[in-house]
């Protein structure tokens, strides 16, 4: 009797270990059932990230803003707006863990990015535009590596996390498709780190130290507020290789 309470309690603890974020307790993010899905904006440690999220663009909008505004001017702004976005994208979906609420967590992440790619598009069409009408280097800088790396990845994701969810015959079936989540949400982590990288590389542009005057320190304490959020409502079981699946 006793073994088989041991192999229960084994196998229960097995179950709770899945579920655990990377860092936390059960539960710290997991959507409770009957609460709204825009809950899951501030649940758990999610209201440390929008501090963070909104201190990182405050900081670059709010430089912009105190300047004289161009056309080049646009470029910070609506790439900062994207990665508010994104992280709206990632906190939306994160805690959701039932059927019904990874459906329509998946269409407000979709929605949400489809939003934030658009915007830094056209960011990027900015700055190439006005690179253009001024003769300037193209993905020569840090930032303008890094950027071009974002923009890279950004558009892999949109296309793998689209298709293998709407369009799962050209995987060969749903069950193939859902073989590749666990790669977009690992994917999605290391683009959002990207763009992180980007902005901070952002501040030791030409620019930047000219005009601008944005803190390399101040996107730093910025960026790593918004990953404490995000970093702690990470659920192992999401990534299935990595809990044992």
């Known amino acids: 009797m006793s073994s088989d309470t041991e192999n229960q309690n084994s196998v ?38 929008q501090a963070g999220a909104w201190i990182l663009a ?60 658009l915007t830094a598009i056209a960011g990027l069409v900015i700055i190439e535009f006005n690179k253009f009408a001024h003769n300037g280097t193209h993905f020569v800088s840090p930032h303008a590596i890094l950027g071009l790396i974002s923009y890279i990845l950004l558009l892999l994701q949109a296309v793998v996390g689209f298709t293998q969810y709407f369009v799962p015959q050209i995987y060969g079936g749903e069950e193939n498709a859902k073989k590749l989540y666990k790669y977009h949400r690992v994917g999605g982590y290391v683009t959002f780190l990207v763009m992180l990288a980007t902005v901070a590389a952002a501040t030791q542009t030409d620019f930047n130290k000219n005009v601008l005057k944005i803190q390399l320190w101040a996107v730093i304490v910025a960026s790593l507020i918004t990953l404490i959020g995000v970093v702690p409502r990470i659920r192992l079981a999401k990534f299935g290789y990595l809990a044992g699946r």
Do not use: C
């Open 58 to 117: 405050a900081i670059v909008w709010g430089s912009v803003f105190s300047n004289d505004l161009m056309l080049f001017s646009a470029h910070p702004l609506l790439n900062s707006a994207a990665i508010l976005l994104f992280t709206q994208g990632i906190l939306i979906v994160q805690p959701t863990h039932t059927k019904e609420q990874k459906r329509k967590g998946t269409w407000a992440h979709a929605g949400i990015n489809d939003v934030a790619l």
């Open 12 to 49: 229960r603890d097995g179950v709770v270990g899945e579920e655990e974020p990377l860092l936390g307790h059960q539960g710290d993010a997991q959507q409770k059932e009957g609460r709204p899905l825009y809950y899951n904006f501030i649940l758990g440690t999610g209201v440390v990230a």
